[in-house]
């Protein structure tokens, strides 16, 4: 059991938000991309995505494209999208089934779903050609409770070690057999770290999120990870809420074997640097952010469930979906005026309250990536 940390014993005095460049400039969102979206593990979404051998998904991560794929052997792998003859992008569609083989369209060159050139077109009387000297460039794939993670650096820290602090964490909640019941896609004006240093806080729930207010008061809880890359706590359902929903009832039966106190609470964790999971007694939540540009994020946001509630008419899984949908509505909304405000020629760091350790904590992170100076 994680020793609880009280929110107010964290220090941040003095910390302040970022400088505006964070927020507007080219070159900072260049940095990014190459130091963090290109250095650490990424969420792509649930394994799930791609049920069958042959079914592959194209990520798009910056200017990017990769693609995830099941193999003949069930075994998940990962390509840039790039092939080897002139480099041409491979597949334009978003997701397919590959009957056995990826063909460029350009001039049929053929690979294997491991990857391997089995197929180049007059390519017999060239000399020293060898087509083992050419597969796609693969891309490392890891899983950790269901969902599966991508990493484009040349030499990434290996999963299970940059994962440590989540591995075993959350196993009472089931994930691996948590089904998607349905993904919402959201294209906001917003950076990207707006939107996770707003995920990191409540201050900003009594004046922005009335209803969520209702069900769990915004100084409730306690924060259980407060250090390094991936941050959270939990907090308190009122009496006589049940979870995050509409209604205030559950709308699913409980996700996994879980403890009293956690049919109660609500868990948020922030995993950087782009995935957010939201831990509910009857349903969890995920999203996947993907930067755009300094002033434009596409986010995926889905729902699981445990499979029992889809046939159990006493639930209604769209109570949560709804309360959550409404309530990321507001908080992209808010993030847009953010936006907005900061790329004001009056905009100055402002203080972070005692309330905003973690969206402190998310901006040291961000700058120790980046190498830039991390203020004490
Ligand atoms: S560019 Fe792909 S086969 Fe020529
Ligand atoms: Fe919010």
């Known amino acids: 059991m994680a020793t ?40 792509v979404g649930r394994e799930d995505r791609i049920p069958s051998q042959g079914d592959w998904f194209a990520q798009e991560i910056g200017k990017e494209s990769i693609i995830v794929l099941r193999d003949r052997d069930d075994v998940y792998r990962a390509y840039y999208n790039v092939c080897r003859h ?10 397919g089934r590959f009957a056995g083989t990826i063909q460029c369209p350009y001039h049929a060159w053929t690979y294997g779903l491991d990857g391997r050139l089995i197929g180049a077109p007059s390519t017999r009387e060239l000399e020293h050609f060898d087509k083992s000297d050419w597969p796609l460039h693969a891309v490392p794939v890891a899983t950790w409770e269901g969902f599966l993670f991508i990493n484009l650096a040349d030499e990434p820290e290996p999963f299970d070690q940059a994962w440590a602090p989540l591995v075993g964490r959350f196993s009472r909640f089931n994930l691996p057999n948590l089904t998607v019941v349905r993904t919402i896609e959201y294209d906001v004006k917003s950076n990207w770290k707006l939107l ?22 915004p100084t409730s809880g306690e924060n259980d990870l407060t250090e390094g890359p991936f941050t959270g706590g939990y907090m308190v359902l009122n009496r006589g ?21 956690d049919m109660n609470r609500v868990y948020y964790y922030a995993v950087f ?28 946001c889905s729902w699981l469930f445990h499979p029992a509630t889809l046939h159990d008419p006493d639930f209604d899984p769209d109570d949560g979906v709804q309360f959550w949908d409404m309530t990321n509505k507001q908080d992209w909304h808010i993030c847009e ?40």
């Open 337 to 376: 005026q953010s936006q907005l405000g900061i790329a004001s020629r009056a905009y100055t760091p402002g203080p972070y309250s005692k309330r905003e350790s973690l969206s402190a904590q998310f901006d040291r992170e961000v700058l120790r990536s980046l190498g830039h100076r991390v203020p004490k």
């Open 4 to 43: 609880f940390l009280k929110t107010t014993d964290i220090s941040i005095d003095g910390a302040r938000t970022l400088p505006g460049e964070y927020y507007t400039s080219p070159e900072v969102y260049a940095q990014e991309m190459e130091r963090i979206f290109t250095q650490r593990w990424l969420c």
């Open 241 to 261: 809420a049940e979870s995050m929903t509409l209604s205030g009832q559950s709308c699913g039966v409980p996700v996994g074997d879980l403890a009293d106190e």
């Open 273 to 300: 640097p782009n995935m957010l999971l939201s831990l509910h007694p009857d349903y969890v939540m995920f999203h996947t952010l993907w930067p755009q540009g300094t002033d434009r994020t596409l986010i995926s």
């Open 196 to 217: 996770f240093q707003n995920y990191s806080e409540c201050y900003h729930c009594g004046p922005v999120h009335p209803a969520l207010a209702r069900l769990t008061p």
């Open 86 to 95: 002139r480099g041409t992008r491979i597949c334009e569609e978003h997701s």
